[in-house]
Structure formats: C-alpha cells, structure tokens
C-alpha cells in the first residue's frame, strides 16, 4: 500500500480519526494491504463521507459526549447526568444563552474518599457547569462541598 497524507487543515484529532477510518477500511477490503494508490484515494473519500455522516447523525440525535472520567462510581457518574440534563433544560431561565448540548462536556473526578461513591456531588457539578458556560470564575476560597 502506498503511503498518502490528509491535508485538510482539520485539527489533529480529526485527521487522526480519518486516518483510522481509511485504514481500518482498506484493512476490510485488501487484507494483504496492497491497494492503489487511485484506491486509496476513492477509501479516502469514502471514509470521510462515511464520518461525516456519522457526524451529522449524532447531531441530530443529540450525540454530542457527556463523559465523567476518574470514577467508576455509578452514584457519581448519575449525580453528574442529572445536573447537566437539570442545565440543558434550564439553561435560558438562568441567563444562559449557549446551546448546552452542543458542547462535548468533559468532567474529571478526583477522589479524596479513595473511590467510594458519593452521590451528592450534584451541586458541586452543577455549580462548576454553571461557571464554566458563564465564563464567571467562581470567587476565590469558595469550597462547594458533599457530605
């Protein structure tokens, strides 16, 4: 197989994922690895429409990511989903203007309670979203905490 370059000016995450998509997709096709290079180039094309369709679709489904990472606690992770859903419906009666739900949102938990599971981080995670979309610090020395 003959090597090529993405050159769409994506970022680099995009380019990444593009690149395994064409590669996993020749890797169904030509097992042996061995394609054209005219090949690779109608792959190429294909695995770009292939993700952005995908793209698209979660968009309409809503599917942009809502991760909570640094616990395998259940309680935490679902304190966490209902303070961003309580957001997202709540959003524009709170001043916020932005559409919540076309953000990835990203929250990383760091144990103190050497990963047992609290349940009544909600607040904490809400008031953090809060700041976060405001684009308002929150005032320095405040502790927001669980029992």
């Known amino acids: 197989m003959e090597q090529g370059s993405f050159s769409r000016g994506d970022e680099k995450g995009t380019v ?11 890797k169904l096709i030509h097992p042996d690895g061995v394609c054209s290079r005219e090949e690779m180039q109608e792959y190429l094309t294909l695995a770009l ?17 809502f991760n909570v990472v640094g616990t395998s606690g259940k309680g935490i992770k679902e304190s966490a989903r209902m303070s961003y859903d309580y957001l997202k419906a709540n959003a524009l009666k709170m001043g916020i203007d932005r559409d919540i739900s076309s953000y990835d949102t990203n929250i990383q938990v760091i144990s103190l309670m050497q990963a047992k ?11 953090g979203l809060v700041s976060a ?7 320095g020395g405040l502790v927001v905490l669980a029992t």
């Open 16 to 26: 990444s994922a593009d690149a395994k998509t064409t590669s996993g997709l020749i």
């Open 49 to 65: 429409e292939l993700r952005r369709r995908v793209k698209e679709q979660l968009k309409r489904m809503g599917g942009h990511r």
């Open 117 to 127: 599971d609290a349940e009544d981080l909600g607040v904490v995670f809400f008031v």
């Open 133 to 139: 979309l405001m684009g308002r610090p929150l005032v």
